[in-house]
T-cell receptor, first 113, second 110 residues
Framework: AQKVTQAQTEISVVEKEDVTLDCVYETRDTTYYLFWYKQPPSGELVFLIR??????QNEISGRYSWNFQKSTSSFNFTITASQVVDSAVYFC??????????FGAGTTVTVRA | DADVTQTPRNRITKTGKRIMLECSQTKGHDRMYWYRQDPGLGLRLIYYSFDVKDINKGEISDGYSVSRQAQAKFSLSLESAIPNQTALYFC?????????FGSGTRLTVV
């Protein structure tokens, strides 16, 4: 069964629009970590955020913000005032007590000038 | 130097050839991983190792083998490459809290 679901395959927006990427996860562990990674066209994986299961506070980092809701098993990611440089594939991932990282299928974000 | 170094960065090989992808890390972590990325499928775990004597299959290990030569080195082999093994391969290391990825190896099997 898929542990991490990113329902949106592709999102296209015009520069300065906000974009929200959905992530729903499935786990029976009480302790786990959630991650978001960015993969620009160059191909490397860029770490964006790690959140543990006991910290449900929303987080903001510049134009990026994350909304973690354990009640709905979701960890959504919003880019505010998108820019062309935000064009990339974004992955949500889950690390459980088995110390393996499970990825969603990724969401391709295209920001048009 | 990068924390996790993968070699080669790009490789084109022929069907049936044996090929090895190498990974080394300077983080000093015991846990190392090999992932494969295909478009629309995200990254899938091929093999992982929690120490030099511990090797485990991931969800898509068929057609692959690994060797953990040292704490810092974890290589992935394709014994007889086939075209559907064309993909982007990532090596990673972890301290159980965070994960550090290499830059990836783009492998094409023709």
């Amino acid at each position: 069964a898929q542990k991490v679901t990113q329902a949106q395959t592709e999102i296209s927006v015009v520069e300065k629009e906000d974009v929200t990427l959905d992530c729903v996860y499935e786990t029976r562990d009480t302790t786990y970590y959630l991650f978001w990674y960015k993969q620009p066209p160059s191909g490397e994986l860029v770490f964006l955020i790690r959140r543990n299961s006991f910290d449900e506070q929303n987080e903001i980092s510049g134009r990026y913000s994350w909304n973690f809701q354990k009640s709905t098993s979701s960890f959504n990611f919003t880019i505010t005032a998108s820019q062309v440089v935000d064009s990339a594939v974004y992955f949500c991932a889950l690390s459980e007590n088995d110390y393996k990282l499970s990825f969603g299928a990724g969401t391709t974000v295209t920001v048009r000038a | 130097d990068a924390d996790v170094t993968q070699t080669p960065r790009n490789r084109i090989t022929k069907t049936g050839k044996r090929i090895m992808l190498e990974c080394s890390q300077t983080k000093g972590h015991d846990r190392m991983y090999w992932y494969r990325q295909d478009p629309g499928l995200g990254l899938r775990l091929i093999y992982y190792s929690f120490d030099v004597k511990d090797i485990n299959k991931g969800e898509i290990s068929d057609g692959y083998s690994v060797s953990r030569q040292a704490q810092a080195k974890f290589s992935l082999s394709l014994e007889s490459a086939i075209p559907n093994q064309t993909a982007l391969y990532f090596c990673a290391t972890s301290d159980g809290y965070g994960y550090t990825f290499g830059s990836g190896t783009r492998l094409t099997v023709v």
